[in-house]
């Protein structure tokens, strides 16, 4: 079964946090991790891959905080989970890892599915994700009990 993790998860909605408050000031950290319910450690880990990986800039000074380095049309959920995770797999069976790979008569099926799942990651970018997540909040803000 494919398996997105935690982190590769929690970077998505870091980066939703972000495009949502686009063209805003800096959000801080303190902001990111309260309002996606992470952990300091693991937002300031998540935060610099993304840095690194040059998807946010982090502003320094007291109205410092965190921006989107690429506009959210050109991100997509693909993009995010291959820089935590690497390429999209299912199985681990390339080269040395199997002897058996040059007979596999699985292996094609794995690599299909692969693609299959790395296609639609790739379709949606993370304005689609951003949209709906504003979508969503004024859904649910309209909803009341009596």
Known sequence: MLRISTRSRYAVRIL?????????????????????????????????????????????????GYVLA???EDITVLDIVNM?????????CEGEKCRRISECAVKPVWDRAAK??????????????VEESHR???QNSLMFEI
């Open 136 to 138: 969503l909040k004024r």
């Open 116 to 129: 299959a799942a790395s296609a639609e990651l790739g379709r949606v970018t993370l304005k689609d994700l």
């Open 84 to 92: 935590i995770e690497g390429e999209v797999t299912l199985v681990d």
């Open 16 to 64: 939703i946090c972000l495009g949502s408050h686009e063209g805003e000031k800096p959000v801080q950290r303190s902001v990111i991790q309260e309002s996606e319910g992470i952990s300091v450690d693991y937002a300031v880990q998540i935060l610099t891959s993304l840095r690194r990986a040059g998807m946010v800039e982090s502003i320094r000074g007291k109205e410092g």
């Open 70 to 72: 690429v506009s959210p």
